[in-house]
């Protein structure tokens, strides 16, 4: 429900949260906190929507709203996303679906930034969403995928001296389970032919459009040497920032994948494997990049990865 107010001579919209029920499909009897904003960047607010349990279990997954790097709240609004999360729902997750700044206006480096922003914000304020914050998750599809590798592999502590208490929250997450992604944007293809081709053939080149800030002129000015490209693409790959103490990861990746390739996934799941961290790849056997019954099939191994790591083994929901 929507509520109009006047206030200080300004005329306000706050919005309440929505409850949305469907007896028929597990899971989604659900409340709906929409349009959260977690960040404002450029004069622009950056927003995310909740989607609260009946029985929350107390833990919290994030879902990085990412295709190619595309980001749009059309795509988490009303029932159809909620039954996308339905088994997470059912089993008790609190569900924070985050958009973040979008191609072709942002770039790589930006929306790992504004995903760390939303961790740091939904940690800061987890005991107002009833959350544990020693047990946020992270997950997503395709480039939604990547970010949540990148946010497992590449986390940043807090600035204890930050004058705004969010950004003093580290941006650390407790676990991993994505689909399908990317983790060696330098190798991607094949060794030695890297990610912007396939961008390109796919409508985010501008992804990957990096630029310096020349703060005497203060114009962003393109970055165009083609080692220095390479070397971002380097920085910007989750493989290169496996260690020892990044948190469990899992990912779903089908092996008939024309777009991405398989061994994007095995290869991070051996990396993380040869520094003795939890990790398991699940081959979904004959399946591309995305399928329609995986939401159904495949997202169980995405919920059980999480009873494990973030919630302990599932308890029965008579218990």
Excluded at 76 to 103: C, Q
Excluded at 163 to 172: A, C, F, I, L, Y
Excluded at 180 to 205: M, Y
Aim: hydrophobic share 40%; charged share 20%.
């Amino acid at each position: 429900m929507k509520t109009l107010i006047l206030a200080g001579g300004c005329l306000l919209l706050l919005c309440t949260p929505t409850t949305h029920a469907a007896e028929s499909i597990p899971g989604t009897d659900y409340t709906r906190i929409a349009d959260v904003i977690y960040a404002r960047k450029h004069g622009v607010a950056l927003t995310m929507d909740v989607l609260v349990p009946p029985k929350p279990n107390g833990a919290a997954v994030i879902w990085a709203v990412s295709s190619g790097f595309n980001s749009h709240h059309a795509w988490i609004e009303g029932p159809g996303f909620a039954k996308n999360m339905s088994v997470l729902l059912d089993r008790g997750y609190t569900v924070f679906a985050v958009v973040h700044g979008s191609v072709p206006k942002f770039t790589v480096p930006e929306y790992y930034a504004d995903m760390r922003r939303s961790i740091r914000y939904i940690r800061h304020h987890a005991k107002s969403y009833d959350i544990d914050p020693n047990r946020i998750g992270i997950s997503g599809a395709s480039a939604g995928g990547v970010i949540s590798l990148m946010m497992g592999a590449a986390a940043e502590e807090g600035n204890p001296a930050a004058r705004d208490p969010v950004d003093r929250q580290s941006s650390r997450i407790q676990a991993t389970a994505c689909f399908f992604p990317a983790s060696d944007l330098l190798n991607f293809e094949k060794p030695g032919v890297n990610v912007l081709g396939v961008a390109a053939r796919n409508g985010h080149a501008a992804s990957y459009c990096f630029s310096d800030f020349d703060a005497k002129a203060k114009v962003y000015v393109p970055i165009t040497d083609p080692r220095r490209i390479d070397e971002l693409l380097r920085e910007y790959s989750p493989i290169t920032h496996v260690t020892a103490d990044d948190p469990p990861m899992l990912i779903v990746h089908g092996d008939g994948d024309a777009l991405v390739p398989l061994f994007q996934a095995s290869g991070m799941i051996g990396k993380l494997e040869a520094v003795g961290v939890a990790a398991k790849l699940v081959v979904a056997q004959g399946k591309g990049h995305g399928w329609p019954d995986m939401w159904s099939n495949e997202m169980k191994h995405i919920a059980d990865w999480f009873d494990v790591h973030l919630a302990g083994e599932r308890r029965e929901k008579d218990e």
